[in-house]
């Protein structure tokens, strides 16, 4: 009798976590790389402000955040919730795509969700959802407005980010819209997505040319360096700058209608949010999100600025 | 260019060979072809600009002369720079309700400056004399804790200085005296106090005794581990003067200011002339370097010379014959 009792208890324990698992809270990981400038500061800090929201929704939900500053880093912090956490879904963005692909790969291969987010994997198929920046349509959005503004054609300069498939995606999709528009670009020099070498590559452009018409700076901390570079200069022929993504603080001039910064373009760095968010519908709705989900680039002018203004993120 | 002419030494014990010249050469021949490549290079405005512009590196730099001539290096000047940055912006952000956008909100941010670089000069030194730990390894870690605390303090984004104090505080970089800008005399200033010092007393003879033969110094009753404290407490009041430049000219700091800017002052202060394994130093040098390094970027600026994914390329090639040009000189001496 007692040996029966024995039994059965251990055949109840062994049963427990299997049982409890149907009922337990669902993990899901989420890793991104640390906030090292302005744009990842804001997807940081929309990251956080999902999780908390998503975790008062779903209370069935729990959340892992880790934010890494380098590739190497990132990868132990998807094994360790993987090992620690039993995570079931992982929202990532790639710190860079090469070193991540592998260790996401098999992971994937364990039948864990994965959400990638932003920079694709260096390999197809590994992700079942994929929430992509449209880069190809940012520079057209860019381009488009820019050839608007100057229906007689005229001589612009650009600023291009950090040498990457991004940037170079971005200009390609500038080049084609201005195409046959009349605008000359005169002059392109690396700014690298900050403001001093902006401000450096800007005060030279001015230098080398008595004359130019209109700026696309394609990024708002670069458009930062590069309004800078004109006041000192005390040059009044450029007639606008165009940035892009979507700082707070340029947004807020475009809202108040600023002459040199009449539009911006968005490359939202809440697109984290849109991939945490369909994770966890998919895994607590069963509601079908694999695929691609590509956010497209927007262009903001005054009229719907105040859509874009989010005054308390760092970005 | 004033303060290379006026800091050019005369030749003393040894005559001018390439290992002096070198340096020179390189500089003269970039102004010759900036010059015949564009014909703005001269222009009174681009001259300004790329004074002005390197003025930060610069200033950093004749204080990392004095470091390497003891034979110490020092990797934390980029960060240390984007956290005194941070900080000046926070106290005068933060003293602005009380005192107004004035003069004396201004006073306080550069003293904050200051006082930080002191500081955060003193810990490095402290760590590496009295705690002996190498200074590479202090200076890693010092750069990775400032890096992160003004990625911190700005909560991932950016700093920014109160639009009216930015407005009040912009002449520190724009404005100056009979049409040089306050940066470049600064610069200047600094760079012939640093020549001075280096040249004329103790503390520079001392530098270079440590950095040839730290044993022999110490017999011959040098107190080694001060004069290397003072080398760091130096170059980070230095760093702090190079800030109070820096932060008028956009108002803001973020994790991005600043990046690379130790490896420009080490690059530069090689160029110079100065060894990197110390007993030799050359503050004019070391100005000569920077402006080398800011005339590259100028000029690839000016022209379509070269695909702009190759710069890096170009300064590379640069900084490596100008160190080449002094080495033969050196063999030949």
């Not at chain 1, 700082?247 to 984290?272: F, H, N, S, W």
């Not at chain 2, 030194?125 to 990775?144: D, P």
């Not at chain 2, 581990?225 to 973020?254: E, I, K």
Request: hydrophobic letters at 50%; aromatic letters at 6%.
């Amino acid at each position: 009798m007692t040996k029966l009792m024995s039994t059965a208890a251990a055949l109840a324990l062994l049963a427990s976590p299997a049982l409890a698992q149907e009922d337990e809270t669902q993990v899901i990981g989420v890793s991104i790389p640390a906030a090292t400038h302005g744009w990842a500061g804001g997807m940081n800090f929309h990251a956080q402000e999902t999780i908390d929201r998503l975790e008062e929704t779903y209370p069935q939900l729990d959340f892992v955040l880790a934010t890494a500053s380098d590739p190497a880093k990132q990868v132990s912090d998807i094994e360790d919730m993987v090992a620690a956490r039993g995570i079931d879904a992982l929202v990532v963005l790639p710190f860079e795509s090469e070193p991540l692909t592998g260790p996401v790969a098999s992971i994937a291969e364990q039948g864990i969700w994965i959400t990638v987010v932003d920079r694709g994997l260096s390999e197809e198929g590994i992700e079942d959802l994929y929430v992509a920046g449209d880069n190809p349509g940012f520079g057209r959005v860019s381009g488009e407005f820019v050839a608007e503004q100057l229906p007689e054609g005229g001589d612009i300069v650009v600023l291009r980010g950090i040498p990457t498939a991004i940037d170079n995606e971005r200009v390609e999709g500038f080049e084609t819209a201005i195409e046959g528009k009349g605008i000359n670009v005169i002059g392109m020099e690396h700014g690298n997505w900050n403001r001093d070498d902006s401000f450096t590559v800007m005060q030279d452009f001015l230098s080398r040319h008595p004359q130019i018409d209109a700026v696309w700076a394609s990024d708002d901390d670069m458009a930062v360096g590069v309004l800078a570079a004109i006041e000192a200069a005390g040059r009044d022929d450029v007639q606008f700058v165009l940035g892009g993504a979507g700082m707070k603080e340029m947004i807020d001039l475009v809202r108040q209608g600023d002459e040199m910064i009449p539009a911006d373009v968005t490359y939202p760095p809440a697109m984290i949010s849109t991939a945490i968010e369909l994770t966890a519908v998919g895994l607590v709705s069963g509601a079908p999100v694999s695929g691609e989900f590509t956010i497209g680039s927007v262009l903001v002018t005054q009229e719907n600025a105040d859509q874009y203004y989010y005054p308390d993120s760092p970005f | 260019m004033s303060s290379v002419s006026d800091t050019a030494p005369k030749p003393q014990r040894r005559l001018p060979d390439l290992h002096v010249l070198g340096p020179i050469l390189a500089l003269v021949a970039l102004i010759v072809i900036g010059a015949a490549m564009n014909s703005n290079f001269l222009s009174y405005a681009n001259i300004t600009n790329v004074l002005a512009r390197s003025a930060f590196i610069g200033i950093i730099a004749v204080g990392m002369t004095f470091v390497i001539t003891a034979g110490e290096l020092d990797l934390s000047v980029g960060s240390m720079a984007a956290f005194i940055a941070g900080l000046m912006i926070l106290v005068m952000n933060g003293a602005l309700a009380g005192m107004g956008a004035g003069l004396g909100v201004i006073v306080l941010g550069i003293g904050a400056a200051l006082v930080a670089g002191l500081a955060a000069g003193w810990i490095n030194g402290v760590l590496i004399t009295t705690m002996r730990i190498e200074a590479f390894i202090v200076t890693l870690g010092t750069m990775g804790i400032y890096r992160s605390l003004v990625t911190w303090l700005a909560d991932g984004g950016t700093l920014s200085l109160d639009f009216g104090l930015r407005t009040a505080m912009q002449p520190l970089y724009y404005g100056g005296i009979l049409g040089i800008s306050w940066p470049i005399i600064v610069f200047a200033v600094v760079a012939l106090l640093g020549e001075g010092a280096m040249r004329m007393t103790r503390f520079g003879r001392y530098c270079a005794a440590i950095g040839s033969n730290d044993q022999v110094a110490r017999y011959s009753s040098v107190d080694v581990n001060r004069v290397r404290l003072l080398t760091y407490v130096l170059l980070g009041l230095l760093v702090g003067v190079a800030t109070v430049m820096y932060v008028p000219r956009l108002g803001s700091a973020s994790s991005a200011t600043g990046v690379l800017w130790e490896l420009e002052a080490i690059a530069a202060v090689i160029i110079g002339g100065t060894t990197l394994k110390g007993g030799f130093g050359r503050v004019w040098g070391s100005v000569v370097g920077v402006l080398i390094l800011g005339l590259i970027g100028n000029i690839l600026n000016l022209t379509d010379w070269v695909s702009p994914y190759l710069n890096g390329a170009i300064q590379g090639v640069i900084i490596v014959l100008a160190v080449i040009l002094q080495r033969e000189g050196k063999a030949g001496a």
